[in-house]
Nanobody, 123 residues
Framework: VQLVESGGGLVQAGGSLRLSCAASGSTFSINAMGWYRQAPGKQRELVAAITSGGGSTNYADSVKGRFTISRDNAKNTMYLQMNSLKPEDTAVYYC?????????????????WGQGTQVTVSS
């Protein structure tokens, strides 16, 4: 599976962005997927994950209530709606497909990464 993120940009605090992750490859509909982010000088962290059918999702505590992960298998696309953005949300956001979604946790042991999209939130 090949993944391409889009939708990043510069936004003021309190604003919104919607990231998209377009996948190519016939296995999209059977993969759990996740969004990660990496800020300068920090480790990559899981932001949100979703099961293959979209029935279960999980979020990092820092984004609960503000971000929403979703997917449209017919369009081979996953989304991350980000509302009430804060300067600390500034990071490169990556999507991942093909990991294991177990008991609400996502493990990117295998699968594919996108190239990342920059999100910058100004104060």
């Amino acid at each position: 599976v090949q993944l391409v993120e889009s939708g990043g940009g510069l936004v003021q605090a309190g604003g919104s962005l919607r990231l998209s992750c377009a996948a190519s490859g016939s296995t999209f509909s059977i993969n759990a997927m996740g969004w990660y982010r990496q800020a300068p000088g920090k480790q990559r962290e899981l932001v949100a994950a979703i099961t293959s059918g979209g029935g279960s999702t999980n979020y990092a505590d820092s984004v609960k209530g503000r971000f929403t992960i979703s997917r449209d298998n017919a369009k081979n696309t996953m989304y991350l709606q980000m509302n009430s953005l804060k300067p600390e949300d500034t990071a490169v956001y990556y999507c991942h497909a093909g990991g294991a979604y177990i008991s609400g946790n996502y493990y990117p042991n295998l699968g594919s990464w996108g190239q990342g999209t920059q999100v910058t939130v100004s104060s």
